[in-house]
Structure formats: structure tokens, C-alpha cells
């Protein structure tokens, strides 16, 4: 079943996507960028820098997605140790060919972790940070260094590890949210004039 699930994406990008310069330029760059978390660390220096209020979220996006690839790339694929989809043919750009296990996709792991640490309150960034880790995860598939399971696999794990960060790790309130609580206020307020101060 995952097996005839890889093969019909495989078949989808064959037909409708690789070969096309233009997609395969996109696709080729985008898992270019993603080695290593780049392209994180790139946008997460962006947030950093947009305003005082960023840099914790930048610092703590930085730290998540060097947390990530030390877990995934160690560990969880040691465990799975699964064959690479097999290609001989040419490819239309260079690309760094990885020695460790298929599954799952470290690329797919490492952009949702860190597209969900650096949508964290930043909404207005989200859909950028969220269609930028699909290109980036499928992108895989697209150059053949993945399965389309392995990228499944990672999207659902980095969904996990960006979450599990964000609770373990919060960020502290914004300006907005550290306003002063009104309830306390009025009883306050009702003590003052009970002791006439």
C-alpha cells in the first residue's frame, strides 16, 4: 500500500511536473535551500530583525530546528534505515546527494518545526512560512531523494516537534498581552477606598 501510494505520486510529478524548467528550478532551489535548515535560519533572522518583539522567537526557531536535525538525523533514521528511491538518470541542476536513511524526510521534519515555531504569533507571516515548507518538503519527491512517504512521514513528525517546542519552550507575552488585568484592577481600586488610601 505505501509502496503503490510512492509510486502514484512518483507517476503525478513524472507526468505533470519534472521536466518543466521553470517548476524544476523552483524545485531543485527550494531543496537546495533546505539543506541544513537555511532557509529557516534565513527567515528566522528576518523575524529577528523585523523588530525587538522577534528576536526570542527567532532565537528559539534557531535552536528548535538544530534540536530537530540532531533528533531526525541521528536517531530516528538510524532506527528506520530506509533505501533512497534508486535514480541513474541525469538531473537538470547539481544537487548534494545524502548518505542517511530515506525515512523520514529531514527537509519535511525541519520546515514544519520551524514554520510552526516562526508562525507563533506572527500571523500574518504564517502562510507564507506554511507554503514555503510545502515546497520545500515536496520539493524532495519533485528531485527524487525522497519517497512521497518519507515526506508524509516528516510533515507529520515536524507537525509534532513544532508543536511539542512551542509548549515546552513559549514565548513570552507580547506588549498586548501583558496589559493589566481589569479584574484587579476594580478590587483594587475597592480595597483603596475602604482604607481610604
Not at 523575524?47 to 533528533?71: C, F, N, T, V
Not at 541542476?93 to 514544519?112: D, E, I, K, N, Y
Request: charge should be positive; hydrophobic fraction near 40%; aromatic fraction near 8%.
Amino acid at each position: 500500500m505505501i509502496e503503490q501510494f510512492d509510486q502514484r505520486v512518483d507517476q503525478f510529478f513524472e507526468r505533470h511536473l519534472r521536466g518543466k524548467p521553470a517548476v524544476d528550478r523552483v524545485f531543485y532551489a527550494a531543496s537546495a535551500l533546505g539543506d541544513h535548515g537555511t532557509i529557516w535560519l534565513i527567515l528566522a533572522a528576518i523575524r529577528g530583525l523585523r523588530s525587538k518583539d522577534h528576536w526570542h522567537a527567532a532565537i528559539r526557531a534557531a535552536a528548535g530546528i538544530g534540536a530537530e536535525s540532531a533528533l531526525i538525523n541521528g536517531p530516528v533514521k538510524w532506527l528506520f534505515r530506509r533505501a533512497r528511491p534508486i535514480h541513474d538518470g541525469d538531473r537538470p541542476f547539481a544537487l548534494r546527494q545524502p548518505r542517511t536513511s530515506s525515512f523520514p524526510s529531514g527537509h519535511a521534519t525541519s520546515a514544519f518545526c520551524a514554520a510552526a515555531l516562526l508562525s507563533d504569533g506572527d500571523p500574518t507571516w504564517r502562510p507564507v512560512y506554511y507554503g514555503i515548507a510545502v515546497v520545500v518538503s515536496w520539493s524532495r519527491v519533485h528531485v527524487r531523494i525522497h519517497h512521497a512517504s518519507d515526506v508524509v512521514g516528516g510533515i507529520g513528525i515536524g507537525v509534532v516537534l513544532g508543536e511539542v517546542s512551542r509548549r515546552v519552550a513559549p514565548l513570552p507575552g507580547r506588549p498586548e498581552e501583558r496589559k493589566p488585568n481589569p479584574t484587579r484592577r476594580e478590587s483594587d481600586r475597592g480595597v483603596r477606598s475602604l482604607t481610604g488610601t
